[in-house]
T-cell receptor, first 112, second 114 residues
Framework: QKEVEQNSGPLSVPEGAIASLNCTYS??????FFWYRQYSGKSPELIMS????GDKEDGRFTAQLNKASQYVSLLIRDSQPSDSATYLC????????????FGQGTILTVHP | GAVVSQHPSRVICKSGTSVKIECRSL??????MFWYRQFPKQSLMLMAT?????????EQGVEKDKFLINHASLTLSTLTVTSAHPEDSSFYIC??????????FGSGTRLTVV
């Protein structure tokens, strides 16, 4: 069974700090990786997608992918209280229908 | 960006009744849509993959006779929870794969069965 594991959390960081979220996956054939943010009672919203090894930056967010280690991470710089949410790592399998498998989520709290 | 509209956002029904949830892609065509269920403090669990013009593909352990999926057009998929019971109370979320932004989620439906 394909699995996606995230660091269990919850993670608490002070405002302005860097938050680091980690994710490992079991399916070596996976090619696409996503980070979603989910506020309580809301549906997930896409923050970052990454497909190639290395870093991808978008504003305060940087996704890192290492396919050899089957590892993907998300760094949030200058964390703000509004970043407090559950962060979900999702991995796309290689089938034609392209199912996403989600990790269990990491709760991030940014305190002032 | 791509928009997926999901209705209703919240529904309360009596045990034994059926509830229909609609998921529409507003500005793109979606040949494939996905239905997820999320229990409190848990992650999203894929229930089924909805394919336009063909039968849905259900994940292991999901009762296809209880969770009826219809993908009648390229912009609409529906999930009907039949003979709902309190254990079906959950947050149901649909998702569609759009050509530019990847996977877009609907706003979710909070189902409470009393």
């Amino acid at each position: 069974q394909k699995e996606v594991e995230q660091n269990s959390g919850p993670l608490s960081v002070p405002e302005g700090a860097i938050a680091s979220l980690n994710c490992t996956y079991s399916d070596r054939g996976s090619q696409s990786f996503f980070w979603y943010r989910q506020y309580s009672g809301k549906s997930p919203e896409l923050i970052m997608s990454i497909y190639s090894n290395g870093d991808k930056e978008d504003g305060r967010f940087t996704a890192q992918l290492n396919k050899a280690s089957q590892y993907v991470s998300l760094l949030i710089r200058d964390s703000q209280p509004s970043d407090s949410a559950t962060y979900l790592c999702a991995v796309l399998d290689g089938t034609s229908y392209g199912k996403l498998t989600f990790g269990q989520g990491t709760i991030l709290t940014v305190h002032p | 960006g791509a928009v997926v509209s999901q209705h209703p956002s919240r529904v309360i029904c009596k045990s034994g009744t059926s509830v229909k949830i609609e998921c529409r892609s507003l500005d793109f065509q979606a040949t494939t849509m996905f239905w997820y269920r999320q229990f409190p403090k848990q992650s999203l669990m894929l229930m089924a993959t909805s394919n336009e013009g063909s039968k849905a593909t259900y994940e292991q352990g999901v009762e296809k006779d209880k969770f009826l999926i219809n993908h009648a057009s390229l912009t609409l998929s529906t999930l009907t929870v039949t003979s709902a019971h309190p254990e079906d109370s959950s947050f149901y979320i649909c998702s569609a794969r759009d050509p530019h932004y990847g996977y877009t989620f609907g706003s979710g439906t909070r189902l409470t069965v009393v």
